[in-house]
């Protein structure tokens, strides 16, 4: 019976080790698990986190997209105005100076019809010098003309869209 007592005791001590190793096993375990699960949690909260920043992110864009859009409809119809108000303005000073001529001619006109209108001034009675010099004849002045015609203001040529030689 000492025998079988030994054996028990033997089997007893070599189960005793065997479970202190899986209790080591075990805690190791637990420790793993335990780091783990705080790395998912830590993970998982950055997930949601950056999973919100994204949807944010898209909305965003979302939003920049169509304010880009307004932007870029807004640059297209300010520069056709911009155009529109360049011709307009090429236009107007071309009317202008048309006018301006139209005027200087008017002008010129009416005052070589009022040097024709006028009478000449009567002749200063002549005064008496000490020494009679010899009287040059009295000349007309001729009637006055139109000053020098300014050339009518050119029109820009119109813009052309740049014709590229495709390729």
Do not use: C, W
């Amino acid at each position: 019976m000492s025998d079988d007592v030994e054996l028990l005791q033997q089997r007893v001590d070599k189960q005793t080790a065997k479970l202190g190793v899986a209790a080591g096993a075990v805690d190791l375990t637990q420790a793993r698990f335990d780091a783990a699960s705080a790395a998912y949690d830590e993970a998982d909260r950055e997930r949601k986190r950056l999973k919100a920043a994204l949807k944010l992110a898209k909305r965003r864009a979302h939003r920049l997209t169509k304010e880009a859009k307004r932007a870029k409809k807004l640059a297209r119809a300010t520069a056709d105005d911009r155009d529109d108000a360049d011709m307009e303005l090429i236009e107007s000073l071309a009317a202008r100076d048309k006018r301006q001529a139209k005027v200087a001619k008017a002008e010129a006109a009416l005052a070589a019809a009022q040097v024709v209108a006028e009478p000449p001034p009567p002749p200063a009675p002549p005064v008496k010098k000490a020494a009679p010099a010899r009287k040059a004849p009295v000349r007309k002045s001729p009637a006055k003309k139109a000053p020098a015609r300014k050339a009518p203001a050119k029109k820009a040529p119109a813009k052309k869209a740049a014709v590229r030689n495709g390729g």
